[in-house]
């Protein structure tokens, strides 16, 4: 099963889904292919990019998650970085209904989310993203999906900031943290929640995850 090792029983009140590599396909597969296209190493990409992995800093893309700045901003941003860094270009992101065009639904994922809520369990997504991204929500019809959507770029807040766990958990209604499953397919993210008493799965791959989840809950 793919879950943290022992991190996950029977014991469960709520279900809490990243969106991207969870019930969508991730757009990290593309932003790679385009630092490739431009010989681009990954280890000087990500830094600059996506600043550290396991934290809530300062960092451009931080603070574009958060809906404080745009994406105009966010690339002024980071150019004098990857300049710095030597790069003389750097791969674009994705602008509005663009990324719509490479992310694809996981309809066993999308299926299993609907029957977790139909069987009882409150639901939730959990998602780092932009304002500029923001179709996202009405293409995957999140808000008849699931029972809450907290959207980084939304509340100021972002994943692995513990603050936002606690805002989701708050807005299902208070069940305890430790009946909390949450499912993301960035180790860090998992990494949180598991320090906090989550429950958690890493998905790696959603159709598989997808079918260990029906299998633990009984669905």
């Given at each position: 099963?793919?879950?943290?090792?022992g991190?996950?029983?029977?014991?469960?009140?709520?279900?809490?889904?990243?969106?991207?590599?969870?019930?969508?396909?991730?757009?990290?597969?593309?932003?790679?292919?385009?630092?490739?296209?431009?010989?681009?190493?990954?280890?000087?990409?990500?830094?600059?990019?996506?600043?550290?992995?396991?934290?809530?800093?300062?960092?451009?893309?931080?603070?574009?998650?958060?809906?404080?700045?745009?994406?105009?901003?966010?690339?002024?941003?980071?150019?004098?970085?990857?300049?710095?860094?030597?790069?003389?270009?750097?791969?674009?992101?994705?602008?509005?209904?663009?990324?719509?065009?490479?992310?694809?639904?996981?309809?066993?994922?999308?299926?299993?989310?609907?029957?977790?809520?139909?069987?009882?369990y409150r639901?939730?997504?959990?998602?780092?993203?932009?304002?500029?991204?923001?179709?996202?929500?009405?293409?995957?019809?999140?808000?008849?999906?699931?029972?809450?959507?907290?959207?980084?770029?939304?509340?100021?807040?972002?994943?692995?900031?513990?603050?936002?766990?606690?805002?989701?958990?708050?807005?299902?209604?208070?069940?305890?943290?430790e009946?909390?499953?949450?499912?993301?397919?960035?180790?860090?993210n998992?990494?949180?929640?598991?320090?906090?008493?989550?429950?958690?799965?890493?998905?790696?791959?959603?159709?598989?995850?997808?079918?260990?989840?029906?299998?633990?809950?009984?669905?």
């Amino acid at each position: 099963m793919q879950t943290t090792p022992g991190a996950v029983t029977t014991d469960i009140d709520a279900v809490i889904f990243d969106f991207a590599g969870v019930l969508s396909t991730t757009p990290t597969t593309e932003m790679l292919a385009r630092a490739e296209a431009l010989d681009i190493d990954l280890a000087t990409f990500l830094p600059i990019m996506l600043g550290p992995l396991d934290d809530d800093s300062d960092h451009p893309w931080h603070e574009l998650e958060r809906g404080r700045i745009t994406m105009d901003e966010f690339e002024a941003a980071i150019e004098p970085m990857w300049r710095a860094a030597g790069a003389t270009e750097f791969p674009s992101v994705p602008r509005g209904h663009e990324l719509l065009s490479f992310l694809r639904p996981v309809p066993e994922m999308i299926a299993v989310a609907a029957d977790v809520r139909e069987a009882g369990y409150r639901t939730a997504i959990l998602t780092n993203n932009t304002k500029e991204w923001g179709a996202w929500r009405h293409a995957w019809d999140a808000d008849n999906l699931v029972d809450v959507v907290v959207d980084s770029c939304q509340v100021d807040l972002r994943k692995p900031n513990p603050a936002i766990f606690e805002l989701t958990v708050e807005l299902l209604g208070g069940p305890p943290i430790e009946r909390c499953l949450f499912l993301d397919d960035f180790p860090w993210n998992v990494s949180a929640a598991d320090v906090m008493g989550f429950q958690t799965m890493q998905v790696t791959d959603p159709v598989i995850a997808a079918a260990d989840l029906r299998r633990l809950l009984g669905l």
